[in-house]
């Protein structure tokens, strides 16, 4: 077991992937060493740390990656309870299991949410067909049917629409244990990341809107420009009643539907999240940075922002050129990601994860900053980051 009264100086992360990266980006400026856990080829974590290639759930590996770190964490929310087990009876975990165990089953999340008094959509467990008719008694016929485990950017979910057979629609989920929630005719989506250090203080960063197409986020704006006071000031005391319930340490992103002052959490995020990568510009410390401050034991920093907005664009199944980059006056970051020269306001940076294009992949990034957002530079710099223009403010020309 880690001696808890030795600062961390090497921390352990589960996964390899971009948050990876950018995570270990933010540790190796605090001069914290980084080992990642993943079993990919190559992995975007590869160019910021040493990696051990195996299984998350493999023994060994786990073994090895809890005597090679002072403190574990992870990039993702699906990681295996016995691998966390397994790390746990050696090293610290952050967050810890209650965080994990919550936010793997979309029931358990659901129902531990409301109970704290925090507004969630009216909802259902649904582990037969024959609970439909107590389902959509509850939650309505103009619903949604998310699978209650695994899933993301809009897998392992389907749409009931009024007048369409809810057993048919279920089949499409293949058995899968489903809740079943209410569709909320909301205003926009929005996320609230809150940081929790190992000695319960809290911080938030400024409201983030979200738009999403097909069930991917393709934009991010902060503060978002639709999201009232009222609203951001409830959202920022249900993601710290929500952490501090958790006990959690490190960042956790909230994610809520908007509808005028009135905020409904859809779900809980026990990690970095994408919605918050324009903190890497836009806040006087990133997500990234703080999360690595909570969970090795250091102090958190200040989350105010540096320029009033942001926006991110995301590239999804491929990336736009360098030259083209360039000619459009957007600096590239490099692999220990370092853009030389701060941002000045009105400029872009553009954050490429090095990973192997293909349909639906998050590719990179791309983030705005200024003391306003002009729109169509937005426009046009959506036009040539692939996937960005589906955002719906982008795609309607508005």
């Known amino acids: 077991m880690t001696d808890p009264t030795r600062p961390a100086r090497t921390l352990g992360i589960l996964g390899g992937g971009q948050l990876g990266w950018m995570l270990g980006t933010a540790a190796r400026r605090l001069g914290i060493e980084c080992v990642f ?12 740390g040493r990696r051990i290639r ?37 090293v610290p975990v952050r967050p810890g299991p209650r965080s994990l165990e919550t936010s793997q089953d979309r029931l358990v999340e ?12 009216r909802f259902a467990p649904i582990d037969t ?20 485990r695994g899933g993301y950017d809009g897998k392992g979910q389907v749409r009931l629409h009024a007048g369409e057979d809810p057993v048919a629609r279920l089949a499409g989920l293949q058995g899968a244990p489903v809740i079943a929630e209410a569709l909320v005719p909301f205003d926009l989506e929005a996320s609230m990341l809150v940081v929790r250090g190992t000695d319960g203080s809290t911080l938030t960063w400024s409201a983030i809107q ?44 909230v994610e809520f539907f908007i509808l005028g002052n009135e905020v409904l959490v859809n779900e809980i995020a026990p990690r970095v999240h994408n919605s918050g990568h324009l903190t890497i510009e836009h806040a006087r410390t990133s997500q990234f940075e703080n999360h690595v401050r909570a969970v090795v034991g250091l102090p958190l920093e200040s989350t105010e922002p540096r320029f009033p907005m942001a926006t991110m664009l995301n590239a ?53 900053v ?29």
Not at 62 to 78: G, I
Request: proline share 7%; hydrophobic share 35%.
């Open 316 to 368: 999804i199944g491929d990336r736009p050129g360098d030259s083209e980059l360039e000619n459009a006056g957007v600096g590239l970051i490099d692999e220990l990601g370092d853009g030389g020269s701060p941002l000045g306001s009105g400029q872009a940076r553009w954050h490429d994860y090095r990973k192997t294009p293909r349909a639906g992949r998050k590719v990179g990034h791309l983030t705005i």
């Open 210 to 253: 979200n738009e999403h197409a097909g069930g991917i986020l393709r934009r991010s704006d902060a503060p978002g420009p639709g999201i009232s006071a009222a609203a951001e000031t409830a959202m920022r005391r249900h993601a710290a009643t929500i952490a501090n319930a958790l006990e959690h340490v490190g960042v956790l992103a």
């Open 110 to 121: 659901k129902s531990f949410i409301e109970s704290l008094g925090v507004p969630v959509p």
């Open 37 to 48: 856990l993943d079993p990919g080829e190559s992995c975007p974590s590869d160019m910021v």
């Open 370 to 398: 200024g003391d306003s957002i002009d729109e169509q530079r937005v426009a046009e710099l959506a036009a040539m980051v692939p996937g960005a223009a589906e955002a719906p403010s982008l795609a309607s020309g508005e």
């Open 129 to 148: 067909p024959d609970d439909l008719p107590a389902a959509m008694k509850q939650v309505g016929s103009e619903s949604i049917f998310k699978t209650r």
């Open 54 to 90: 195996t299984a998350y759930d493999d023994e060994s590996g786990l073994d090895r990656l809890a005597s090679e770190s002072d403190v574990v964490t992870y990039e993702f929310e699906n990681v295996p309870a016995h691998a966390a087990a397994r790390l746990l009876e050696r």
